[in-house]
């Protein structure tokens, strides 16, 4: 999943945790402009990765890439 940090309703945090309770181990890549999202950023810890705005299709292609990689076994993340 890949959102906007700031949005209408519901942010984009909200929605991650929202469909990992439907979707166990889904991936969420946040973004945003704002540099007070930063913030929030460090609220969220290892739940969710970052990608800052702006950013270029290589750097969302790296970052998509690295997190769809395959995980160790016991990295602790339970993500999968």
Do not use: W
């Amino acid at each position: 999943l890949l959102s906007d940090v700031m949005m209408p309703g519901m942010n984009g945090p909200e929605l991650g945790e929202h469909l990992r309770r439907r979707f166990p181990g889904l991936r969420v890549l946040l973004t945003s402009g704002y540099s007070e999202d930063m913030i929030v950023r460090g609220e969220l810890g290892d739940d969710f990765e970052f990608i800052p705005k702006p950013y270029s299709m290589a750097d969302l292609l790296g970052k998509i890439r690295t997190m769809l990689a395959p995980r160790c076994p016991g990295d602790g993340d339970g993500n999968q």
